[in-house]
């Protein structure tokens, strides 16, 4: 069962914690804890978006259920993690969907979008839908200046919430300090985030029970990160070649949009698909169940994405384009309409702690992780 008052109770594990102080070498959010006496929500937060949920601490900890003092610090910290999700959520009525949004919210969403893609072309093509063969003419299906204008506008809208929430997380985080971060803590930082080596909890490995440890886990998160960063990268370029070069889609296969957009497509399916798979092998003590449907949704997106993408790559010349087009585009803006409602915000919350604990390691000399 949840807690009721997720911070409540993280104030009490984090108090015992600070007791005990087994697990220091653990994590960053054991030395992070000990630079403090109390913990007020903004810690509790902050902490928790330090966990990177490897659940190595669940398997040192005597305090751990049965025990009376009940210690679950990755169910914990991922439960204030959910609460974080929602209380720096922009509009603040829209926090809800961090609670309601699951796999069938997301798949549902998706078939929704694809009828509005539908319905733009037709709406572009003066009610016919076109079947254009042979030279994979994409913007003959829908006109290039209605592409950038709705995914322009929903992208700008979705970066527009996340920066809302960021500076949010940001404010409380840093507790009123103004100093900034230097080169050292951003590379620092980065270099956590780029080789996740948190999720290797005490050096091992990352657990998926007790006495079982693989790296697996940190494959797929990695194969879904750099897949992201790759297709992010893949689009970017496209869109410096149309803007500045005049060069328009298709691009040829050797190109180094397509070559991205393949490296990424392929992280993207291999990642999602191992995540979820390994969901169902993974010990439900080390998670929290509420959380669930939030992150089958991103996964399902994120793979349906790019499985479409790859149809799109494999049939750009042939009558059935437009039709895989369409529902292309319909995936790629379910995901980007959700990406600030859903667990997109876990990296980009994750990477700021980070950053203020390079930050605070720096001020106190303590670095503390293995
Ligand atoms: S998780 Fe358990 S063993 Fe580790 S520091 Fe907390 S109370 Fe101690
Ligand atoms: S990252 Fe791992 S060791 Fe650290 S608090 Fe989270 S679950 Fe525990």
């Known amino acids: 069962m949840p807690h009721a008052d997720p911070i409540a109770h993280g104030e009490h594990v984090m108090t015992v914690c600070n007791a005990c102080r087994y697990c220091e070498q653990f994590c960053p959010v054991f030395p992070a804890m000990e630079n403090r006496l109390s913990f007020a929500e903004t810690d509790l937060v902050y902490l928790a978006n330090l966990c990177h949920n490897c659940g ?47 796999l069938l919210t997301g798949l549902v969403l998706a078939a ?44 700008l809208f979705s970066v527009a919430v996340l920066w809302i929430g960021l500076s949010r997380f940001w404010r409380d ?17 980065l270099g956590d985030v780029l080789t996740l080596r948190h999720l290797q909890g005490g050096g091992v490995d990352c657990p998926s029970a007790e006495d079982q440890r693989a790296p697996l886990r940190r494959w797929f998160h990695h194969c879904t990160l750099y897949g992201f960063l790759l297709c992010f990268a893949s689009t970017s370029v496209a ?9 328009l889609a298709p691009y040829p296969y050797g190109s180094l949009p397509v070559l991205l957009g393949m490296a990424g497509g392929a992280g993207l399916l291999i990642g999602p698909a191992g995540l979820l798979m390994l969901r169902g092998r993974r010990d439900p003590a080390l998670g929290d169940p509420g959380q669930r449907g939030l992150d089958e949704s991103f996964i399902a997106l994120l793979f349906i994405t790019s499985l479409t993408g790859w149809l799109l790559l494999a049939f750009r010349e042939r009558a059935v384009m437009s039709a895989v087009l ?14 600030p409602y859903g667990k997109f915000v876990h990296g980009i919350y994750r990477t700021a702690a980070l950053i203020n604990y390079a930050m605070e390691s720096r001020r106190t000399g303590r670095h503390g992780t293995r």
């Open 326 to 339: 369409v529902v292309h585009l319909g995936a790629v803006l379910a995901l980007f309409v959700t990406l």
């Open 56 to 102: 190595e601490c669940l398997y040192a900890c005597q305090y751990a259920p049965p025990h009376e003092f009940g210690i679950n610090v990755p169910r914990s910290m991922a439960e204030i993690r959910a609460h974080s999700y929602e209380a720096y959520c922009w509009p603040t009525f829209l926090s809800s969907a961090f609670r309601h949004h699951n």
């Open 239 to 247: 869109a410096l070649y149309h803007l500045v070069f005049g060069w």
């Open 112 to 155: 929704g979008l694809i009828a509005v893609m539908v319905g733009a072309v037709l709406i572009a093509n003066e009610g016919v839908f076109p079947r254009p063969v042979g030279h994979g003419d994409f913007y003959g299906v829908l006109p290039h200046d209605v592409m950038v204008a709705l995914f322009g506008g929903v992208g």
């Open 173 to 189: 985080v840093r507790g009123g300090e103004a100093n900034s971060p230097t080169a050292s803590d951003l590379a620092r930082a």
